[in-house]
């Protein structure tokens, strides 16, 4: 991963954080369980804390810290915004145009699409992030 990937996914992953985003995190152990061999775990998790400094990312269950690039968030491509979905984005859309008399940066439009998981970043396509399975975003 390169450093303009890391902090793309940086980025991306800190104006997610408020939104539950999932992860896959991977992990590798070695302990007296394993007899020293290193062992591979993959979780997939929420983020419940990011180090910006050590870029360094937080699991929910474990609580365990893993480096940036063991961390790939599941996100939605855009083509699968459902017409309720893309009714509601263009309402944060125009809600941006309106607002962008009063504010120098309208971010509805944004925030909703990180809310909703959206892979508006094209980070999927650069295998940064995984596309999410139907369903794993639903309000249950």
């Not at 937080?58 to 017409?83: F, I, N």
């Amino acid at each position: 991963m390169t450093q303009e990937e890391k902090q793309l996914l940086l980025i991306d992953l800190c104006a997610r954080l408020p939104y539950g985003v999932t992860c896959q995190f991977i992990w590798t152990y070695s302990n007296e369980t394993t007899d020293g061999e290193d062992v591979i775990a993959i979780k997939n998790d929420n983020i419940i804390c990011i180090n910006i400094h050590t870029k360094e990312i937080q699991a929910d269950y474990y609580g365990e810290w893993v480096d940036l690039e063991h961390c790939k968030p599941y996100l939605r491509t855009m083509s699968s915004m459902t017409e309720k979905e893309e009714d509601e984005y263009m309402i944060a859309r125009q809600k941006d145009i309106a607002e962008a008399y009063i504010h120098a940066t309208p971010q509805n439009a944004i925030d909703w699409l990180n809310s909703h998981h959206f892979d508006y970043r094209g980070l999927i396509e650069k295998g940064l992030a995984l596309e999410a399975p139907e369903g794993m975003y639903d309000i249950k």
